[in-house]
Structure formats: structure tokens, C-alpha cells
């Protein structure tokens, strides 16, 4: 699981994310606990995951402006 720490953009960001897939890694969204959003991926490579959804994050035109940190839930 990852965790994303978001304090805007919060329903584009799970909308991106659930449609999201590289390298052969998804993400599925699973809770909010205040600004931050949880999501389950389909690798054990948690670190490499949090890479994958910061980096798509920061290419939309809406994120590339944003403040967030994304990190493994170990």
C-alpha cells in the first residue's frame, strides 16, 4: 500500500491513479484519512510504486503545482 499526502486535487488525483497503470503497476484506491489517500498496487516494489504515481501526478497540468509527498505504508 501507498499513501499519498494531498491537501487539493484530491478526487483527481484517485481518478488518475485507479486509471493508471506502468511498468506493469496499478493502483486501486482504498481509503482517506484527511488529506491523505491510501491505495493498494499490484507490486511489492512499494518504493518504485510511490515513484510511478508522484511522477503521474506531476505531469498533469493540475499537479505539476501541487505540494504532495507520495511514500510506502510499510
Known sequence: MIEITLPMQQDKAIELLNAHQEEGVSFTFKEKKGIKLYFETTTEDLDQAA????SAIKAQPWGAVLYF???PVK
Do not use: E, R, V
Open 51 to 54: 515513484k510511478i504515481a508522484k
Open 69 to 71: 509527498q507520495a511514500a
